[in-house]
C-alpha cells in the first residue's frame, strides 16, 4: 500500500534562527529553545508516512510541537520542509495546478504552494476539531450556519439542500437536528464539541486534523465523542492524525504512533508496540507514568 | 464675474493639477482593467468636506473636458443642496463644460444613492459616491483580513452572512448596498444605492466608476461586464415593492418611488425618486 500523505523534513522556527538553533536544542539538549538567539524550534526534521483511512497518533507532553505539527498541515503556520499528497487524490479543479508534471505521481510540494491554493486545498480535502469549540466554531452564527458554511466555501448555493445535509450531519453527531438554528454558544461543551465535528466532516473530507479533541470534556462525554468518531471513521473512510497528551485517546484511535519531545521524533511505530514495549527512555517515562 | 478670472488665473482647468489628474486617471484604468477590485489611490484634500462626495468629485473632475455635459444628482434629486454645490463648483473651476438635469443629455453624471431610471449609453460614464467600498465590511472589520479574502476568493463568511439572514428572517434583509459579483470574481459594495437599481449593473452599455475619497479607494464597473446580486437558487433576488403604488405627480409605476408621509394622520403619497424623470414625463403626458 501507497502512502496518502508524504511530510518529509518539517522545519518550524519561531523567532529569527541563526546556525546554533539545531545544534544547541532537541531531546538531547532537553530545550528546544535556541541558547545563542532565543528562537524556538518548534519541529526539526519531522517526517512520516500518513496511509489511505489510516489513523496515526501524535503523542507527547505540551511544548513538544504538536499542535505546530497539526497548524502546518492545515497551512496555518508555514514550515521548511515538503510534504506531498498522492495526485489521485488532488480535487479535479486543482489537479492542474498541483501535480507535479515530472513526477506524476506526487503533488508539488504543498508547503510551498501559493496562499489561494492552500485555501483551495484546504477547503477540499480537510477538516479540523480542535480543542476549544471556539476556534472552530463561529459562537454568534447559528449552529447550522457553521456547518453550512463548509459547503458554501465548495460552491452549494441551495439553501434547501445545505440545510438538509447539515441536519443529517447534525444528526449523524448525535445532535438534535431540530437545535440547528441556534448559536453554539449556548449548547454544552461536549455539545459544541460534535458540531465541530460535524462541520468538520459535511464536506467528506480525506483527511481529518484532530487537535486534542477530548481535552476538557469529562470522561463519560470523553467516551460518547471517541466512539463518534470512531463510528464515522468507518463510516466515511478518511484518513486521521490525532494529536493527544492522554495516551488512552491515540491507544483507542490510533494504528500508528508517533511519539514527540522538544519538536522531533523520539520514537514511531504501531500503537501497540510503542505502548507495550517503548524503546526510548522518554517513552517509557510517559508509558510508565499513565495515571 | 471676477471671482471666475481669480479661478482661472490661480487654478489648472478642473481645479485639480495634472500630476494629480494623471494619478487618478491611472487608477481609474486599473480599476477598468480588474472589475471590480479597489484600487489605492492617493486621495486629495477637496473644498468639501469629506463624506460629501469628494471621491465622486475627484473622478469627475480627473475626466471632464471642456466639451463634456454634466449632471449630478443625489438620490434621484438634482436639486439637492449637495447636487447643487458639486455642480456649481464643477462648473466654476472647469470653464466650458455644460450642465444638465437631462440625463440623455449629459455625458458624465455624478451621482449618489441613485441610479437614473433612463437607461444609459455607451457614451455616457456614471461616476458613484462611494461611503464604504468594501462590501465584506459587514462581516470582517479588519482591512489587511478583507483583503486577503478578495485575494483568496475567500467568500464563504459572506454568503454565510446572507444565510443567517434566510434563516432568521425567512430573505435577505440587505436593502441597499446589496453585495454583487462583479465578472464572477470579486464581490463589490454598488455603493449606497437601492435593490432596484442593482439589476442596471449588469451588462449595462455605460462605464460606472465609484469613488470613495475618505477610504482612498477607486473601482469600476466596465461596459458589458457581469454583475449579479449574490443569491441563493432557492431565494432569489427580489427588487423592491410598491404594491401597485403610482407617482403621484406623472402616475409611474415602474420607477423607484420616494414614499413621503403628508399628515399627522398618516396619510401618504409616493413620488417618483428620480425628478428629472419624472419632469420630463410630466411634459410628454401634458399632466
Not at chain 2, 22 to 27: C, K, L, T
Not at chain 2, 168 to 175: L, T
Request: aromatic share 8%; glycine share 6%.
Amino acid at each position: 500500500m501507497e502512502p496518502l500523505l508524504r511530510v518529509e523534513n518539517l522545519t518550524v522556527f519561531f523567532g529569527k534562527e541563526c546556525n546554533h538553533c539545531l545544534k544547541t536544542t532537541g531531546p538531547k539538549m532537553e530545550t528546544n529553545r535556541c541558547r545563542a538567539c532565543g528562537t524556538i524550534v518548534a519541529c526539526q526534521d519531522v517526517s512520516f508516512d500518513l496511509f489511505e483511512g489510516e489513523s496515526l497518533g501524535i503523542v507527547g507532553e505540551s511544548g513538544s510541537g504538536k499542535s505546530t505539527l497539526i497548524n502546518v498541515l492545515h497551512f496555518k503556520t508555514p514550515a521548511k520542509g515538503s510534504m506531498f499528497i498522492r495526485s489521485e487524490f488532488l480535487p479535479s479543479s486543482l489537479k492542474a495546478f498541483l501535480s507535479n508534471h515530472r513526477d506524476g505521481y506526487w503533488s508539488k510540494n504543498l508547503l510551498s504552494i501559493s496562499p489561494y491554493h492552500k485555501k483551495r486545498l484546504r477547503e477540499a480535502i480537510m477538516g479540523i476539531v480542535y480543542q476549544q469549540p471556539s476556534l472552530g466554531l463561529r459562537m454568534e452564527v447559528s449552529a447550522g450556519g457553521n456547518i453550512i458554511e463548509r459547503l458554501l466555501d465548495a460552491g452549494w448555493r441551495h439553501v434547501g439542500l445545505m440545510r438538509t445535509k447539515a441536519s443529517e450531519l447534525l444528526n449523524k453527531t448525535e445532535v438534535p437536528p431540530e437545535r440547528m438554528d441556534e448559536p453554539p454558544r449556548v449548547f454544552s461543551g461536549g455539545m459544541q464539541q460534535r458540531v465541530q465535528i460535524a462541520k468538520a466532516l459535511v464536506h467528506t473530507p480525506l483527511l481529518l486534523l484532530l487537535d486534542e479533541v477530548t481535552t476538557g470534556l469529562d470522561l463519560s462525554v470523553q467516551a460518547r465523542v471517541l466512539d463518534l468518531i470512531r463510528n464515522l471513521k468507518n463510516e466515511f473512510g478518511f484518513s486521521m492524525l490525532v494529536v493527544s497528551h492522554d495516551l488512552n485517546v491515540v491507544k483507542i484511535l490510533c494504528e500508528r504512533t508517533i511519539v514527540m519531545r522538544y519538536g522531533r521524533i523520539v520514537e514511531a511505530g504501531l500503537t501497540d508496540q510503542v505502548f507495550a514495549d517503548p524503546i526510548h527512555p522518554y517513552t517509557q517515562l510517559l508509558v510508565a507514568s499513565r495515571l | 464675474m471676477k471671482r471666475l478670472d481669480h479661478i482661472e488665473m490661480f487654478y489648472n482647468f478642473a481645479f485639480i493639477n495634472d500630476e494629480v489628474k494623471r494619478e487618478v486617471r491611472r487608477a481609474i484604468f486599473k480599476a477598468i482593467a480588474i472589475p471590480g477590485y479597489q484600487v489605492p489611490f492617493g486621495s486629495r484634500e477637496m473644498p468639501f468636506a469629506r463624506g460629501w462626495g469628494t471621491g465622486g468629485i475627484q473622478i469627475t473632475l480627473s475626466i471632464i473636458t471642456p466639451t463634456d455635459v454634466l449632471k449630478v444628482i443625489d438620490q434621484g434629486s438634482d436639486e439637492s443642496v449637495n447636487a447643487e454645490n458639486i455642480k456649481r463648483f464643477v462648473a466654476r473651476v472647469s470653464p466650458g463644460i455644460g450642465i444638465t438635469t437631462d440625463t440623455t443629455q449629459a455625458t458624465i453624471i455624478q451621482t449618489r444613492h441613485r441610479i437614473p431610471e433612463e437607461p444609459m449609453r455607451s457614451d455616457q460614464i456614471l461616476v458613484l459616491q462611494v461611503p464604504y467600498p468594501e462590501a465584506l465590511r459587514e462581516v470582517e472589520p479588519s482591512e489587511v483580513e478583507t483583503r486577503r479574502m478578495h485575494a483568496e476568493g475567500d467568500y464563504g463568511r459572506m454568503w454565510l452572512y446572507l444565510y443567517e439572514d434566510i434563516v432568521r428572517f425567512g430573505e435577505v434583509r440587505i436593502s441597499y448596498r446589496y453585495p454583487v459579483r462583479v465578472n464572477e470574481h470579486y464581490i463589490m459594495d454598488p455603493s449606497p444605492i437601492p435593490r432596484w437599481d442593482v439589476p442596471k449593473l449588469n451588462m449595462a452599455e455605460s462605464l460606472f466608476l465609484f469613488g470613495a475619497g475618505r477610504e482612498k479607494r477607486i473601482y469600476a464597473v466596465p461596459p458589458f461586464t457581469r454583475v449579479e446580486p449574490l443569491t441563493f437558487e432557492d431565494h432569489p433576488f427580489r427588487i423592491e415593492n410598491f404594491n401597485g403604488a403610482k407617482c403621484k405627480l406623472c402616475g409611474s409605476f415602474d420607477t423607484y418611488l420616494n414614499e413621503i408621509i403628508m399628515t399627522e394622520a398618516g396619510e401618504r403619497i409616493f413620488l417618483c425618486s428620480d425628478t428629472s424623470y419624472c419632469k420630463k414625463r410630466r411634459k410628454q403626458l401634458g399632466v
